[in-house]
């Protein structure tokens, strides 16, 4: 729960950090795009300019997409190569403000409490009241560090998931990245954290929102994009099975499946076959592992009739 003693509030920006090693900017989308490769995400050239462009402008960068693409990765690839910490807020049905911002710690509250009584200090009930609202009895949780950490990475994963009323203040936050705490003051970061922001499309994001951030939807990669991806990755797959995978999993998801496979599911297909000893897709090996790229059991069913066009073409 949020604090509830009101204090005049002192305005409190938060130093600003030297840039570490890497946070200086990058030419443009294409020397981003090689930094994150150099980390192992690979990025097609949209989403290396969106990224790059919510970097410079400092825009939240709202990533719509099936699952499995690389929205969340993408945040982490973001934060190794500026250097930036990452702070993550995995976002649910019934998440409130108090676990997203801060709370107070009221265990470490009610002993300072008592030992302050213990010691016969802070008779003044005012004064005593105040000490309580200290800031090491706050407890920071992820949006309230990515400010305090700047200059930082804040995730916002899977916002379609939070409720209205989360979204509405999460929108009160991303607008001047201020969060006042009254017994503390204002907290403003001084540089704005780079922003991700997550969606599956379980239902629409307001318009107010999104009008806030720059948007990309993220696509299933390309064949040779995703054998890349296979390839640096998972290293120890043969190319072979990596191309064969890849081409198998795009033929899936044009299957009008429930669930699609994802670049995810990909790389755990290709994990189980080489863990097989496979180093090519062989028919029965992929019928027998289907359950590393399928988790439907109406999917899996669909694709076990028709295993071989399916996967290899008519
Ligand atoms: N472009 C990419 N380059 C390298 N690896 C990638 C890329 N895209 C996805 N991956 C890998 O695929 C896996 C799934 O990615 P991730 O978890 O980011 O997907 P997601 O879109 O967040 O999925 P979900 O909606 O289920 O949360 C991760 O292991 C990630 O590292
Ligand atoms: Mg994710």
Redesign the pocket.
Known sequence: MLGTVSEPVVERTVAPVPPRAGAVGFAGPTELAAA??ST?????EG?ATAAYLALVMHRPLF?E?????????????LADVTGRPLHRLQCYEGLEASQALYDWDFGRQLLHLRAAEAAHVGQDPAALEASLYDRRFLLARPLLRALEDSPSVLLV??VDRADDEFEAFLLEVLSDFTISIPELGTIRAQTPPLVVL?S?RTREVHDALKRRCLYHW?QH?DFD?EV??LR??LPEVSERLAREVAGATARLRTLDLLKPP???E??DWASALHALGARELHPDLAARTLGAVLKYREDTDRVHALTREALFGA
């Open positions: 994150l490769e192992g995400y690979l990025p097609d989403l990533l997409g099936e699952a499995g693409v690389g929205k969340t990765a993408l945040a982490q690839a994963d899977e997550t599956n993220l990669p994009r890349a991806i640096r990755r994802g670049i995810a990909a790389m």
